[in-house]
């Protein structure tokens, strides 16, 4: 099962996903905008929103509640690498790793470099 995530900002989260985690477009097209994206093996799909796509609900912030997504790859620290150079401040965690605070909405990511 592939994932597809809807994004208010397509070009900042194509940034985000190919420039900060690394991920390789496998497919894109503009109109509307959408890209399948790979990271050795775990792919996953980002659109922009539009009025004729899949929308079951309002698209509010926090997008993607209650969605947990799991990457498996040989080298963590090289996925997790260019994204700490991004603007995304992380969420306060537990011991166990869990968000302590759910409440906390994050703000878009920022790519330095990838535009305003």
């Known amino acids: ?12 989260s194509l940034a ?8 390789a477009v496998a497919f894109s097209r503009t109109e509307p905008a959408f890209a399948y994206l790979d990271f050795e093996g775990a792919q996953l799909m980002i659109s922009e929103f539009h009025q004729d796509g899949w929308n079951v609900a309002g698209l ?6 209650g969605i947990n997504l799991q990457i498996e790859c040989s080298d963590v620290e090289g996925l997790t690498g260019g994204s700490r150079a991004l603007v995304v401040p992380p969420l306060p965690r537990d011991r166990g790793g869990m968000v302590r605070d759910r409440r906390r909405a994050l703000g878009p990511a920022r790519v330095p470099g990838a535009g305003p």
Request: glycine fraction near 12%; aromatic fraction near 20%.
């Open 1 to 12: 099962m592939v994932p597809e995530l809807t994004v208010s900002d397509f070009a900042e």
């Open 16 to 23: 985000f996903y190919t420039q900060g985690v690394g991920f």
């Open 60 to 65: 509010t912030r926090p997008y993607g509640r």
